[in-house]
């Protein structure tokens, strides 16, 4: 054939083949490939001819099966006899080639032998020639070519140690650094970026272990399951990383990636099961098992006989009335009630507190600081060092970091008074608490912020508009970790695997500590001047869960920029990377009046980071790596002690005070009960409240009143990195307790049952989601076991004993934390909206269902600022079925039972749009579900419903209205840890450096990529 014509038949089939998905299969099959092979092989001088070939394949290369038999006869061999260092000659020619390379690249039978021929050296020296001669930037896109050429080869293991051998890393930083100034080479840097992180050598995490460093002995390990898991372990194994994980063999071309399915797996987490959605009808347990829980419903059967009326007196108090009956419920399936902790607390009688070294000022009007005149306590002693309680051989040790006592005289800590402006809050009594609180490493120290208290601030905190391109500069800092070895320090400055880790005190450093209630940090290490890796703890008996932090920070220079990395984070995505702050408080702050956490920091960024992360820690899945969190901090004072923490925190002790402050509040016309629903694990007491109006008088009509109210049954804090959801049950529980006329009101209306932690030992610990038996106590409602869950476990009979008395939960809520969508939202149960969601057997729709469920949340999202109806869901997932809201729905039979998820960052929506959520605001969302619930009455007190039809049947008109919202959060799919679905917002941040699957994105996209807009994660 001459080659006039096969230039024709060629340039006709550049038209053609892009347009034909299924061209380069009918190619290959013809045997086409290897007569445009051949004719380039012959024609390489003739560039009018090699134009149209090298267009067909690349087409022809775009499929992998032709991609790896084009590059057995050769074609990449050819192809770099075409590429070639800078030219302004036929560039189009090169460009095609390029890309036809990088396509033949993608099969890594092809990778693996241009990087045994040598071609990744001289790509980088190629990439190196355009860079410096392609002065005017006009020819981006060649330059963009040679990259991805680049960003394919190193696809590969052996691809990746080439380009470091060929020293890319440094080539490729330096190229880039020197593009950074110009915006246009946005792409050029962003793929070499991405380069740099594929093949920046996987670190371990410098740790022995990523075992928790507490250990909480279990009575008996479960049987199956991650603790099981971890118990088997041998001790000499190295959980950290697995050898295995950088694995050649799954590095081999699949062939039939041609027909590739379009596998919607979207709606396969939510149960299709029509018998699973029914509410399970029979009585599981015997009565006479639950009969045990008529102590915590002495209401139901009292008198009030002996109460004063008249007079309202409290002849009798509520919040004492069975003193005799508290002691453990002994359950009939164990002989343990609770596990102590095996080493007892110390004495803890007093507090030490060191010396301070600034004086108190009074500021901005108020007045906070005692004046030691006032109360001297000579106890204290006082340096803006450690808040540590007696009794601990260490205290003196503890003090004598700045030698400041050198006057002689002790010096007196200066306590904001706190007490003043908040009501529940009183540091004596704090410190109180904190005496009888059981923690696994028994903490002496008492975190500042906790003791003094933190008041919500009024200022309004903007959710924070991301830096252009600040993820960029963060990976290159962390690449120049690579570049300049001589810059990093490595030191390690905080290690509570290493108790005697040296303090360095030579100034140059900071000091941390996390050894308090709550308190998360397991390692820092000081890798440059300003700039910290900073390591949490696993959830005590687990390897991981790394998201809750809380510690303590000092020995800081003011006015300086510091950088801290959490390096183990595991989740793939974070709010951090939507305007989503950390959490400071500074003591010299609180002493100047100003006691508030506030949201700071600069430079957040979250993404994934070189630390290899073993498949152990990986759910099994081998070659992932850990996240980093960024933030860059500047500190005010000289002299402070600052604490960094994930969210507001709010320990078991803080609880307790609040509780008995709350019991102060206690009117006559209150009734209140504290009651101890079990120990837990740790040996700590987990209360049940009882809250409600007292009758108006004991006549047999008002006693008929009281008993027939509805129970309304509340929970928080199952997952303790979920602080917000303790500030929201404070803020509805000051509601319960306000002496308010709708409080009164919505007193008279329900009886409430309050379990306001469920997780005490993980609060308490610093865990972020399990308890001391490293489960996720909000999987265990199913089928919880007294001795490992012992909280769910009597929760849970206490609702049987509830539903066996005919007094089942109006409405069951349990408060829980987001950490991936704004707003506050409620996840509840319908069989409909379930069966509509999974398109499945649409028959069963006919089945009849109340569409009360939707009759709160619709009346939060008119009465709260922060809550937004089109988050929420009424799906019934496959993943949730042993949660509270599931189980608590199908067995104990409520059918307004919820999660409450509060957002950690902020809201899209409503009055506080754009706003980081506060302690005020999360408060005033647990006050205002109180007034839903009192609205909520209208709708399902049988004489309220007859006087107000019409209004009903509107809303339920709303309701229905509204069918179309379960459409827009059908995006609910089961994300692995993840306490309710992920939803629109997120936006892959990882993609950047994920290994597996690097989409080719045009140079716009990939610029969308580096900067997501600040509405990209509005949630549509
Ligand atoms: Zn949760």
């Known amino acids: 054939m001459n080659e006039e014509l096969m230039l024709q038949i060629h340039s006709l089939l550049v038209k053609v083949g892009p347009k034909d998905r299924k061209f380069g299969v009918k190619a290959r099959l013809n045997g086409a490939l290897n007569v445009t092979v051949n004719l380039v092989k012959r024609n390489l001088q003739n560039s009018k001819l090699l134009l149209p070939c090298l267009q067909v394949l690349r087409v022809y ?42 396509a033949l690249l993608k099969s890594k039978m092809n990778a693996r032998r241009a990087v045994d021929r040598g071609y990744l050296p001289t790509l980088l020296a190629i990439y190196q020639d355009w860079h410096r001669n392609d002065t005017r930037h006009c020819h981006l896109i060649i330059r963009k070519s040679i990259l991805g050429c680049i960003k394919n080869l190193t696809t590969i293991k052996l691809g990746r140690k080439a380009f470091i051998d060929a020293n890319g890393m440094r080539i490729l930083y330096n190229t880039s650094t020197e593009c950074l100034s110009v915006r246009t080479l946005d ?76 596998d919607n797996n979207e709606n396969d987490d939510i149960e299709t099961d029509i018998n699973k959605l029914r509410p399970r009808q029979m009585q599981t347990r015997p009565f006479d098992e639950l009969r045990v829980y008529e102590r915590f419903c002495v209401e139901f059967t009292k008198d009030f006989k002996d109460y004063d009326f008249e007079n309202c007196r409290a002849v009798f108090h509520p919040s004492s009335v069975n003193q005799d009956l508290n002691g453990p419920i002994i359950i009939p399936t164990t002989t343990l009630t609770s596990v102590r902790s095996p080493n007892r607390r110390q004495q803890l009688e007093s507090v030490q507190l060191p010396k301070p070294t ?48 050198e006057s002689g005289e002790q010096g007196l800590l200066v306590v904001p008074d706190t007490a003043a402006v908040l009501p529940l809050h009183d540091p004596d009594l704090y410190l109180e608490m904190v005496k009888s609180t059981r923690s696994v490493p028994i903490y002496t120290e008492v975190a500042y912020p906790d003791y003094f208290g933190h008041v919500g601030l009024d200022l309004r905190e903007p959710i924070v508009e991301r830096v252009y391109g600040v993820q960029r500069m963060k990976i290159f800092q962390d690449i120049e970790r690579l570049i300049h070895p001589f810059d990093i320090l490595d ?122 992360r073993s498949s152990i820690a990986a759910g099994g899945q081998k070659g992932k790596s850990y996240f980093t969190m960024t933030f860059t901090v500047t500190f005010q004072h000289k002299d402070d002690v600052c604490y960094f923490a994930y969210h507001y925190p709010y320990t078991f002790s803080t ?88 409080a009164q009101s919505l007193r008279e209306s329900y009886i409430f049952k309050i379990v306001p932690m469920l997780n005490p030992d993980g609060v308490i610990n610093g865990n972020h989601r399990c308890s001391l038996s490293g489960e996720d106590l909000n999987r265990q409602w199913q089928n919880p076991n007294a001795e490992l869950h012992p909280t769910i476990y009597h929760a849970k009979s206490l609702l049987q004993y509830l539903r066996a008395t005919g007094r089942t939960p109006l409405v069951f809520c349990d408060y829980h934390g987001h950490s991936r969508k704004k707003n506050v939202f409620m996840y509840g149960c319908s069989i409909k909206e379930t069966v509509w969601q999974s398109n499945a057997n649409t028959s069963s729709c006919d089945l009849q269902e109340d569409l009360g469920y939707r009759t709160l949340p619709k009346l939060l999202s008119q009465i709260a600022p ?114 309710e679905p992920a939803f629109l917002e997120e936006v892959d941040y990882s993609a950047e450096s994920n290994d597996e699957n690097d989409p080719v994105l045009e140079p716009e996209l990939q610029d969308n990529l580096a900067l997501p807009g600040p509405n990209s994660d509005s949630g549509v």
């Open 61 to 102: 290369a775009g499929n992998l099966v032709n991609a790896v038999s084009l590059g057995k006869s050769g074609t990449l061999e050819l192809m770099f006899e075409i590429i070639g260092p800078y030219s302004k000659k036929n560039t189009t020619l090169l460009k095609v080639a390029l890309d036809t390379l990088a």
């Open 187 to 262: 792409p050029l840097v962003n793929t070499s970026s991405l380069i740099m992180r594929k093949c920046f050598p996987k670190n371990r995490l410098p740790l022995l272990t990523i075992k928790s460093i507490y250990q909480h002995p279990l009575s008996h390990v479960p049987s199956g399951g991650p603790v099981a898991q971890l118990y088997s372990q041998p001790p000499e194994m190295d959980d950290v990383v697995d050898e295995s994980d950088e694995n050649e063999a799954t590095e081999v071309d699949t062939e039939n990636e041609e027909d590739e399915t379009e």
């Open 358 to 405: 600034e004086s108190p000022t009074e500021l901005d009007g108020i007045s906070l600081a005692k004046t030691p005149e006032s109360k001297p306590d000579p106890d204290l002693v006082c340096s803006l060092g450690r808040l540590v309680l007696d009794g601990v051989d260490s205290v003196n040790g503890d003090c004598d970091d700045r030698s400041q006592d």
């Open 491 to 612: 030191k390690v400055v905080y290690d509570l695997d290493n108790q005697s880790c040296p303090v360095i005190d030579n100034g140059n450093s900071l000091k941390f500590t996390s050894k308090f209630e709550s308190g998360n940090l397991r390692k820092a290490i000081q890798v440059r001047k300003f700039e910290y890796d900073l390591i949490l703890n696993s959830d005590i008996n687990s390897n991981h869960y790394h998201q809750w932090f809380y510690f303590e920070v000092s020995n800081m220079r003011p006015g300086v920029r510091y950088r801290f990395n959490i390096i183990n984070c595991e989740k793939s995505n974070s709010q951090f990377n939507y305007g989503m702050q950390v959490l400071m408080y500074s003591v010299q702050e609180a002493i100047n009046g100003r006691p508030h956490w506030v949201r700071t920091g600069s430079d957040i960024c979250y993404y994934k980071n070189h630390f290899s």
């Open 655 to 742: 609880l307790k005070m609040h509780l008995q402050k709350l019991r102060a509040l206690q009117t006559a016309q209150i009734y209140y009960r504290e009651d101890e629903l079990c120990q837990t694990l740790g040996g700590n007491s987990c209360p049940l409240l009882t809250i409600t109006a007292m009758p108006e008088s004991s006549s047999d009509d008002h006693i008929d009143q009281f008993r027939s109210r509805p129970v309304v049954f509340l929970s928080a804090r199952v997952h303790p990195g979920e602080t917000n959801s303790s500030w929201v049950m404070k803020g509805s529980l000051e509601f319960l307790m306000s002496s308010s006329p709708k």
């Open 866 to 979: 922060a809550f937004s109806l089109s988050s929420c869901s009424f799906v019934v997932e496959r993943s949730k079925e042993a949660t509270a809201r599931v189980v608590v729905w199908r067995e104990i039979g409520v059918q307004r039972s919820y999660t409450m998820e509060s957002t950690l960052c902020g809201c899209d929506q409503g009055k506080y749009k754009g706003l980081q959520i506060g302690t005020q605001e999360l408060e005033e969302m647990g006050a205002l579900f109180c007034v839903g619930l009192l609205r909520l009455k209208r709708f399902t007190s049988p004489l309220e419903v007859h006087n107000h039809k019409s209004h009903v049947l509107d809303i339920e008109n709303d309701l229905i209205d509204t069918r179309s919202i379960p459409n827009i959060s059908s995006s609910t799919t089961y994300v692995l840890d993840e306490d």
